[in-house]
Each structure stands twice: as structure tokens, then as C-alpha cells.
């Protein structure tokens, strides 16, 4: 694993990129990202390089199938008529 010497920074946690597929995307799968994003920090103090390397993966893997989800879902919404902006309801 690169960087997981004395001193090293921790793997990335993805925390901005799990809000963001949360708010504007699909919110369960990015709940999901959000999950492994808090664990990354953590597991990387308590010495589990590990565990904070897969939590990171993991972390990335959920934001980006989210977001996915999201570009998908969103138009296909809007196309079939899910949201009627003429009427005013959803």
C-alpha cells in the first residue's frame, strides 16, 4: 500500500464527493458512501492502514454509484413525466 509509513497522510475519504451524491444524486446509496467516509480517518489513527484503505475504496466506489444512479434516474424522471412541473406536485 503506497504511503502507509510513519508519517504518511491518510488515503483520501471522499467525504465532500459522498454529500454531494447524497444531496443532489441518489440519497441511499449516498448515505452508504457517507458511512464508509466517516471511517476513514478514524480507522487510519487507530493504526488500521487497512481498514482506512478499504473504507476510502469503499467510500469512492458508493459516491460514484450515486452519482450513477442519479444521471441516470434524474432524466429518465423527467422524461416520463415522474415530475409534472405543470401542475406544480411532484
Known amino acids: 500500500m503506497p504511503g ?16 454531494l451524491s447524497a444531496v443532489l444524486c441518489c440519497t441511499p ?5 457517507i458511512v464508509f467516509a466517516a ?7 487507530a493504526g488500521d492502514a487497512q481498514g482506512a484503505f478499504t473504507a476510502s475504496r469503499r467510500a469512492r ?3 460514484i454509484a450515486a ?3 442519479g444521471l441516470i434516474f434524474v432524466p429518465i ?13 411532484m
Open 39 to 45: 471511517q476513514v480517518n478514524g480507522k487510519w489513527m
Open 77 to 89: 424522471a423527467f422524461l416520463s413525466g415522474i415530475f409534472d412541473a405543470s401542475s406544480g406536485s
Open 67 to 69: 452519482a450513477v444512479v
Open 4 to 19: 502507509t509509513g510513519y508519517g504518511a497522510p491518510p488515503p483520501p475519504n471522499y467525504l465532500v464527493w459522498a454529500i
Open 61 to 63: 466506489t458508493w459516491a
Open 29 to 33: 446509496l449516498g448515505i452508504v458512501s
